[in-house]
């Protein structure tokens, strides 16, 4: 089946440095997506994206579908984008997703 | 903004007891999702729906039985509880735009 591997699994941050989540996935087939969980355990959807380049905020999402990965870069970090981020990898319907085990972002004042 | 809306929020449970996870959306949604996710890890798709009455297998299915009595509700049924079944269940759903939409979650515990 999908495989997503997210890399690193975890990150320390001081505010204000950008970071770079890695997501890599096994097939060619993407309906790529971002979400973010909340130290709580809300999720929010961040990006669906399955291929080029998208932006929101201090946010860009970028999909390399024949590379078979994808990216998450976040700018001027700050302490409220700690959380986990996971990448997920959707099959005929949008919804049926294939989770990697995410990236625990920590960043500290 | 969509809401999606899981009962109970926690719970702690026997082995071999019943349990069901409820789920509400109150968007007119399609599709409904149930995942679990275990600590440190990811979700995976458990069951899922398209419409009511119906449901289906996601990546996951044993030991869980689902149920979409109507559009806007959509419940995850544990006839016989195990330990592996401790983990946070999510409900969510998604209507042919590129988001979806996640519950709170339910936290469950077997002992």
């Known amino acids: 089946g999908q495989q997503v591997q997210q890399s690193p699994a975890s990150l320390v941050l001081q505010e204000g440095e950008n970071a770079e989540l890695q997501c890599n996935f096994s097939?060619?087939?993407?309906?790529l997506q971002w979400f973010y969980q909340h130290p709580g355990g809300r999720l929010v959807s961040l990006f669906y994206?399955?291929?080029g380049t998208k932006h929101t905020g201090r946010l860009t999402s970028t999909t390399v579908t024949n590379e078979r990965r994808g990216s998450l870069h976040i700018s001027s970090s700050q302490t409220t984008d700690s959380g986990t981020y996971f990448c997920?990898?959707?099959?005929?319907?949008?919804?049926?997703?294939?989770f990697g085990a995410g990236t625990q972002l920590i960043v500290i004042p | 903004e969509a809401a999606v809306t899981q009962s109970p929020r926690s719970k702690v449970a026997v082995t071999g007891g019943k349990v069901t996870l409820s789920c509400h959306q109150t968007?007119?949604?399609?599709?409904m999702y149930w995942y679990r996710q275990d600590t440190g890890h990811g979700l995976r798709l458990i069951h899922y729906?398209?419409?009511?009455?119906?449901?289906e297998k996601g990546d996951i299915p044993d030991g869980y039985k689902a149920s979409r009595p109507s559009q806007e509700n959509f419940s995850l049924i544990l006839e016989l509880a195990s330990l592996s079944q401790t983990a946070v269940y999510f409900c969510a759903s998604w209507n042919s735009g590129n988001t979806l939409y996640f519950g709170e979650g339910s936290r469950l515990i077997v002992v």
């Open positions: 968007n007119n949604h399609d599709y």
């Open positions: 097939s060619t087939a993407t309906r």
């Open positions: 997920a990898i959707g099959g005929s319907a949008l919804g049926r997703l294939h």
């Open positions: 994206n399955p291929s």
């Open positions: 729906s398209y419409v009511a009455d119906s449901t």
